[in-house]
């Protein structure tokens, strides 16, 4: 396995996710370089391979971690596979980045980060937030004392739906919209305020749009309260009409700041005719739109693939690593529960026998 040079990459993955990892190597490839791309869908694979110049194709994500030269692995396959699939690239000797939700359950998140301190590699976790330009910057200031004490943070994901299939099947992905993007806004919050304790964690969720598509919940809000004494506030939908909106919002006893990832990077844009794309999950390109530019970047996707590249090479530590992949879990795990039982959840909370947190909404334990 090479120790020096551009990190050698693998993606398992062939889809929307799979597509932002082979973008974001290539827009900063000075740290590492995606060379092989593993998916059980041919087409699917061989024409992301081609899209990005990635000179191996692989079916069976297996026959790929036999490859020695790839250093690190990422994983952008459905959420119940995460956990298996972490443990294979570990016991082959590489370094994994594991998309968010880490996996279905704490049991399992137990087992990933073992395996990988077991085995000596690195378990990345792939949160960009901690790296979107804007959110970072906001954070710096709050660590600068710009604001005074914080008292709020709130984080707010909303459009019509997920970009692919699986996410709909709660077998696959392990709850709804909270369970999809409410994970972002627990690591933000917690990320952003310092990693505080947790002390307890209200939610109330509902599908109002998509009860025809999925057994999981379209809309959540969350509250959690900190041991600082400051809320973070989590607002997650599906069932948004009108595009994308993702923002954030900081409030202090000093001062406030707020960003829109779509809003500041955007044009504003009337066309009779439409063009080929605006932005994430925009409906149309008619009328009235907000394309926007050097997208990824604007996310942090980039930057946080960079990062992790570095890290690999032991030039930096890892901001995002499998233990907060953990404190996430278990998060979601008292949200599905608090909106099952209509009740706040003190954590820590581990209910047993639960194979994905979406059970704890639909049949909440005692």
Not at 175 to 197: K, S, Y
Not at 283 to 292: I, L, S
Request: some cysteine; overall charge negative.
């Amino acid at each position: 396995m090479a120790t020096q040079g551009r990190v050698k990459v693998g993606i398992i993955g062939s889809q929307f996710e799979a597509d932002i990892h082979a973008a974001s190597f290539q827009i900063m490839p000075d740290e590492a370089e995606v060379v092989a791309v593993a998916s059980p869908t041919p087409g699917h694979a061989k024409a992301l391979a081609e899209r990005y110049k990635i000179p191996r194709v692989f079916t069976d994500y297996r026959q790929m971690l036999e490859e020695n030269d790839i250093e690190m692995v990422t994983i952008t396959a459905p959420n119940a596979l995460h956990c298996q699939m972490t443990v294979d690239i570990a016991n082959a000797g590489k370094h994994v980045v594991c998309e968010k939700p880490l996996c279905m359950t704490l049991e399992e998140a137990d087992l990933m980060i073992e395996t990988c301190r077991r085995k000596g590699v690195l378990l990345m976790y792939a949160e960009e937030l901690y790296f979107t330009p804007k959110y970072v910057k906001a954070k710096e200031m709050v660590d600068q004392g710009a604001f005074g004490r914080v008292y709020l943070v709130k984080q707010s994901e909303k459009h019509f739906g997920p970009h692919a299939e699986w996410f709909w099947d709660v077998s696959k992905s392990g709850g709804g919209v909270f369970m999809d993007m409410g994970c972002h806004g627990i690591a933000f919050c917690w990320w952003f305020l310092g990693r505080p304790e947790i002390k307890n964690v209200y939610c109330q969720m509902g599908t109002y749009v998509h009860g025809d598509r999925t057994k999981g919940e379209d809309n959540s809000v969350c509250i959690i309260e900190f041991a600082n004494d400051a809320i973070g506030l989590i607002e997650d939908s599906w069932a948004r009409r009108g595009g994308m909106e993702d923002r954030i919002e900081v409030y202090g006893e000093g001062g406030v700041t707020h960003a829109d990832l779509h809003m500041g990077n955007a044009l504003p844009t009337y066309s009779e005719y439409g063009y080929g794309y605006a932005v994430e999950k925009a409906p149309t390109t008619k009328g009235w739109t907000w394309p926007v530019f050097e997208e990824l970047w604007n996310y942090g996707f980039p930057q946080e693939m960079h990062h992790f590249a570095r890290c690999v090479r032991g030039k930096e530590e890892p901001q995002a690593t499998g233990e907060d992949g953990r404190v996430v879990q278990q998060v979601l795990y008292a949200g599905y529960q608090s909106a099952g039982t209509g009740r706040k959840i003190a954590l820590p909370f581990k209910p047993q026998g639960v194979k994905a947190p979406i059970e704890l909404w639909q049949n909440p334990r005692t």
